[in-house]
């Protein structure tokens, strides 16, 4: 029995056909038996010991990022506060009377008094702060917190 071109090309989509429905059908199944198992209780357990690696792996780097956020934050709030303190400090106009006072300079007292009197007081501190050298350090200006 000889088979001709014909009967092979319908042999062979019929063939195609039947394998494309049976092979979409076989999948339709495995889906749906994996999606029903996934949802169960007792596939919790072995998922969480299959994938324990990954969550440890996840919460060391997410504990390493926050340690460096902290650490970043750390350093630019407080230095900042710091920075914000000294300058309030110069231009409060009653420091320097404090200071003549608390060392007996009793001239230096008078003159910071009649400035500050005279509304001078503020002029006189912004002098001194644009004189004073700065020497603060910074933090680090960047600090990337993406996935290693």
Not at 139 to 144: F, G, I, L, S
């Amino acid at each position: 029995m000889e088979i001709d071109a014909v009967t092979l090309l319908v042999y062979a989509t019929i063939w195609t056909v039947f394998y494309f429905f049976l092979s979409n059908y076989i999948a339709e199944l495995s889906r749906k038996k994996w999606t029903s198992w996934v949802q169960s209780e007792e596939s919790d357990d072995i998922l969480v010991e299959a994938l324990q690696a990954v969550i440890e792996e996840i919460e060391d780097r997410m504990h390493d990022k926050l340690e460096a956020f902290q650490t970043h934050f750390q350093k630019s709030f407080f230095g900042s506060v710091g920075n914000m303190t000294k300058k309030a400090q110069n231009l409060d106009p009653f420091n320097k009377i404090r200071k003549a006072a608390k060392d007996g300079d009793w001239t230096s007292m008078v003159v910071e008094y009649a400035a500050n009197k005279a509304n001078l007081g503020s002029l006189i501190a912004q002098n001194s702060t644009e004189t004073a050298p700065n020497s603060t350090e910074t933090a680090p200006k960047e600090v990337k917190f993406g996935l290693k």
